[in-house]
């Protein structure tokens, strides 16, 4: 079991906005940034996140992130078919001195 | 642009030793600005971070509780790689195994993954 919490799924039409969320605690989202990656089965994990709201070169700005208190948030907007895939929110845990990722959210494009 | 190259086999027998390298090029194990870890993915443990090794003016190692008592991860700068070793292994362990660097975070440079089945 994950010391930070995903919805198991979530789903949207093409177009629509989605949010997927992050939950966290003290010793983790609480004190440090939190990290997306966007995983297609067979692939492994891409960056899509960094220090809670900051996008590598080449993502598009429908993807962003936000950060309150001991949750963070991943939004997608303008949903497209090839943004189907795994999300994974990963951050720094301090009581455990090492990385922790949460357990994945499926985001289905119906 | 950092490029990361697995290599280790993809079978294991339980009891044994998992012994994984993931070699650098575009990068030094010896940055002082980045850590170089291993993580794995399984269907029942999904992403799992394993641990790492830096070098900051002198090596430094950190370990999941999860598998610290049995994991080993070594830099190699004359082959400007690092490695895993986990031993005592069973079939909990089989998983795709990752190489990944870090700086701040989690860097989008990630080794191809290496599938380990731990069975006899």
């Known amino acids: 079991q994950s010391v930070v919490t995903q919805p198991p799924s979530a789903s949207g039409t093409p177009g629509q906005r989605i949010t997927i969320s992050c939950s966290g605690s003290?010793?983790?989202?609480?004190?440090?940034?939190v990290n997306w990656y966007q995983q297609v089965p067979g692939t492994a994990p891409k960056l899509l996140i960094y220090?809670?709201?900051q996008r590598p070169s080449g993502v598009p700005d429908r993807f962003s992130g936000s950060k309150s208190g001991t949750s963070a948030s991943l939004a997608i907007s303008g949903l497209q078919s090839e943004d189907e895939a795994d999300y994974y929110c990963?951050?720094?845990?301090?009581?455990?001195?090492?990385?922790?990722f949460g357990g994945g959210t499926k985001l289905t494009v119906l | 642009q950092v490029q990361l190259q697995q290599s280790g086999p993809g079978l294991v027998k339980p009891s044994q030793t998992l012994s994984l390298t993931c070699a650098i090029s575009g990068d030094s194990v010896s940055s002082k600005s980045a850590a170089w870890n291993w993580i794995r993915q399984s269907p029942s443990r999904g992403l799992e971070w394993l641990g790492r090794?830096?070098?900051?003016?002198?090596?430094?190692?950190d370990y999941a509780p999860s598998v610290k008592s049995r994991i080993t991860i070594n830099p190699d700068t004359s082959k400007n790689q690092f490695s895993l070793q986990l031993k005592s292994v069973t079939p909990e362990d089989t998983a795709v195994y990752y190489c990944?660097?870090?700086?701040?975070?989690?860097?989008?440079?990630w080794g191809q993954g290496t599938l380990v089945t731990v069975s006899s």
């Open positions: 990944a660097k870090s700086g701040g975070w989690i860097e989008g440079d």
């Open positions: 003290s010793s983790n989202i609480g004190r440090d940034n």
């Open positions: 990963a951050v720094w845990d301090g009581s455990l001195n090492g990385w922790v």
């Open positions: 220090t809670n709201n």
């Open positions: 090794t830096y070098y900051r003016s002198k090596w430094y190692n």
